[in-house]
């Protein structure tokens, strides 16, 4: 059985391509798999807190030396930890602002890239410090952007700061097995838009479907 963690972090709601795209990829993900389990969460309505002096002098404290004022400060960050850790699938719908991430989604991930909790670190290993703790887990990335190109060979790739970025701070914790379907083309709009969705509906099937293969019954 698989556990879906589902993020938006759009704050458009019907209007949201990434929103409706996500929701359309865990509605075929269920329809094959009616036992999984979904977790959603909602950065774009309920955005998470960003980390503050507290939680920076809380979070690289060893745990046995950590006064009850620092384990207060991180206990959002532990509860976001705990969720994300319970989850085999990441389903993440994004937008595209201004060639990266939007501010809701990295506040969240400086909340669960935590050291000995999502990476660890190992001063001892010099020229290997840092160890991922987040192992044998999946990823799915919806991002939708308001013009095209941003993909591989594509006009606007240089400017691409979204792609690279997510790959790296979530293989950084061990989420390597990341899939990246786009959505571009929201300001065109009218036959380039519609093209830019259906291709992103044929690659959430390739995967739904494709998936269902692979896992155990
Ligand atoms: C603050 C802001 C910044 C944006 N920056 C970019 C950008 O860098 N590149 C781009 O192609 N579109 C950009 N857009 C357009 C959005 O990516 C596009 O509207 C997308 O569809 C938004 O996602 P959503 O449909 O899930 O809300 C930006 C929009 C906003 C509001």
């Known amino acids: 059985?698989?556990?879906?963690?589902?993020?938006?972090?759009?704050?458009?709601?019907?209007?949201?391509?990434?929103r409706r795209m996500s929701q359309e990829f865990v509605e075929r993900w269920k329809r094959v798999?009616?036992?999984?389990?979904?977790?959603?969460?909602?950065?774009?309505?309920?955005?998470?807190?960003?980390?503050?002096?507290?939680?920076?002098?809380?979070?690289?404290?060893?745990p046995e030396l950590r006064t009850p004022e620092l384990w207060e400060a991180i206990r959002m960050s532990d509860r976001l930890v705990d969720e994300f850790l319970a989850a085999d699938l990441y389903v993440i719908g994004?937008?595209?602002?201004?060639?990266?991430?939007?501010s809701t989604l990295k506040a969240y991930i400086d909340q669960?890239?935590?050291?000995?909790?999502?990476?660890?670190?190992?001063?001892?290993d010099?020229?290997?410090?840092?160890?991922?703790?987040?192992?044998?887990?999946?990823?799915?990335?919806?991002?939708?952007?308001?013009?095209?190109g941003f993909g591989p060979g594509g006009q606007y790739e240089k400017m691409?700061?979204?792609?690279?970025?997510?790959?790296?701070?979530?293989?950084?914790?061990?989420?390597?097995?990341?899939?990246?379907?786009d959505v571009e083309y929201d300001e065109a709009g009218g036959k380039t838009l519609e093209n830019a969705i259906a291709h992103?509906?044929?690659q959430i099937t390739q995967f739904t479907e494709g998936a269902s293969h692979a896992v155990a019954p």
Do not use: C
């Open 160 to 181: 691409n700061y979204q792609t690279p970025y997510l790959a790296a701070v979530f293989g950084f914790i061990g989420v390597t097995d990341v899939t990246f379907i």
């Open 112 to 124: 669960i890239v935590r050291p000995g909790r999502t990476f660890a670190v190992d001063a001892e």
């Open 33 to 62: 798999h009616p036992d999984d389990i979904v977790t959603y969460r909602d950065l774009g309505h309920d955005p998470v807190p960003h980390v503050d002096e507290p939680w920076i002098a809380a979070a690289y404290t060893a």
């Open 126 to 148: 010099v020229d290997n410090p840092y160890k991922p703790l987040v192992l044998g887990k999946r990823m799915v990335v919806i991002s939708a952007r308001g013009g095209g």
């Open 200 to 202: 992103a509906r044929h």
């Open 94 to 102: 994004t937008p595209m602002y201004n060639f990266s991430v939007p």
């Open 1 to 18: 059985m698989t556990h879906i963690l589902h993020i938006d972090s759009s704050p458009r709601s019907a209007r949201s391509h990434s």
